[in-house]
């Protein structure tokens, strides 16, 4: 094999590795003196370029699967694979690296600073990579161009809507560019019409090739998903349909 084909071939691995791969993964937690199992040898596969939704009772498991997914937290046994780098074990600074480049997160609260602008705000969101000042600009420009935002670029979150602010949200978490985008009850705050808006923007960007995890309590975004996954009392089933 020439350097070449194996270039090709490694290129070709990496387009069709999956996102995400779980095997055996466990997480304990002590809480007022007894023990408690929030996930219970979960074995899952998300492949990369997939929308999948996560649903369940509260107090099921979701959070805590997500926090590993996001590398804000590590199992107390098995194996998270994000690609080739396995969560459980990797080192804090590559934990970071996972968390500044490779995960996007949105959450139900949008998290917006009020006294900076949307623009502003998505550029606080790259400031762990250390950009130049003329391709952080590029970023948010972009990322603000995709979320259908470039004309609110110098509004505050007060001067927006809910909708709106949702959106500069999930721009900030794709301006770093990352592999995978999780979300956590990203339309919870949100009223119908709203949560359909922020979900035709998430579909677009899945559309693009961004992976989607979304944790959801609505039956109505998580049929919009390809696939979906329900998790309760730490043990994990798919239920696509």
Same mark, same amino acid.
């Given at each position: 094999?020439?350097?070449?084909?194996?270039?090709?071939?490694?290129?070709?691995?990496?387009? =069709?590795?999956?996102?995400?791969?779980?095997?055996?993964?466990?997480? =304990?937690?002590?809480?007022?003196? &007894?023990?408690?199992?929030?996930?219970?040898?979960? !074995?899952?596969?998300? @492949?990369?370029?997939?929308?999948?939704? #996560?649903?369940?009772?509260?107090?099921?498991?979701?959070?805590?699967?997500?926090?590993?997914?996001? @590398?804000?937290?590590?199992? =107390?046994?098995?194996?998270?694979?994000?690609?080739?780098?396995?969560?459980?074990?990797?080192?804090?600074?590559?934990?970071?690296?996972?968390? @500044?480049?490779?995960?996007?997160?949105?959450?139900?609260?949008?998290?917006?600073?009020p006294t900076l602008?949307?623009?502003? +705000?998505?550029?606080?969101?790259?400031?762990?990579?250390?950009?130049?000042?003329?391709?952080?600009?590029?970023?948010?420009?972009?990322?603000?161009?995709?979320?259908?935002?470039?004309?609110?670029?110098?509004?505050?979150?007060?001067?927006?809507?809910?909708?709106?602010?949702? &959106?500069?949200? #999930?721009?900030r978490a794709i301006?770093?560019?990352?592999?995978?985008?999780?979300?956590?009850?990203?339309?919870?705050?949100? !009223?119908?019409?709203?949560?359909?808006?922020?979900?035709?923007?998430?579909?677009?960007? +899945?559309?693009?090739?961004?992976?989607?995890?979304?944790?959801?309590h609505d039956s109505?975004?998580?049929?919009? @998903?390809? &696939?979906?996954? &329900?998790?309760?009392?730490?043990?994990?089933? !798919?239920? =696509?349909?």
């Amino acid at each position: 094999m020439t350097m070449i084909d194996q270039t090709v071939t490694d290129a070709a691995a990496t387009l =069709t590795m999956p996102a995400y791969r779980l095997a055996g993964v466990t997480k =304990t937690y002590q809480q007022k003196g &007894r023990v408690v199992q929030a996930l219970k040898g979960v !074995d899952v596969e998300i @492949a990369a370029g997939d929308f999948v939704t #996560i649903q369940g009772p509260t107090g099921g498991g979701k959070s805590t699967l997500l926090q590993l997914l996001g @590398a804000l937290d590590t199992p =107390t046994a098995g194996h998270v694979m994000i690609g080739e780098t396995d969560l459980a074990t990797a080192s804090a600074k590559d934990l970071e690296h996972v968390r @500044a480049r490779e995960v996007g997160f949105v959450f139900q609260a949008f998290n917006l600073i009020p006294t900076l602008t949307a623009a502003e +705000n998505v550029s606080m969101g790259l400031e762990p990579l250390g950009l130049a000042p003329a391709e952080r600009a590029e970023r948010v420009a972009d990322a603000l161009a995709r979320v259908d935002l470039s004309d609110r670029g110098d509004h505050r979150p007060g001067e927006l809507s809910g909708g709106q602010q949702q &959106r500069v949200a #999930i721009a900030r978490a794709i301006a770093k560019r990352p592999r995978v985008l999780l979300a956590d009850e990203p339309t919870g705050n949100l !009223d119908e019409y709203m949560r359909d808006e922020i979900l035709a923007v998430l579909e677009h960007l +899945n559309a693009e090739g961004l992976t989607l995890v979304v944790v959801t309590h609505d039956s109505a975004v998580a049929r919009r @998903a390809r &696939r979906r996954l &329900r998790l309760d009392k730490g043990t994990i089933k !798919d239920i =696509t349909r």
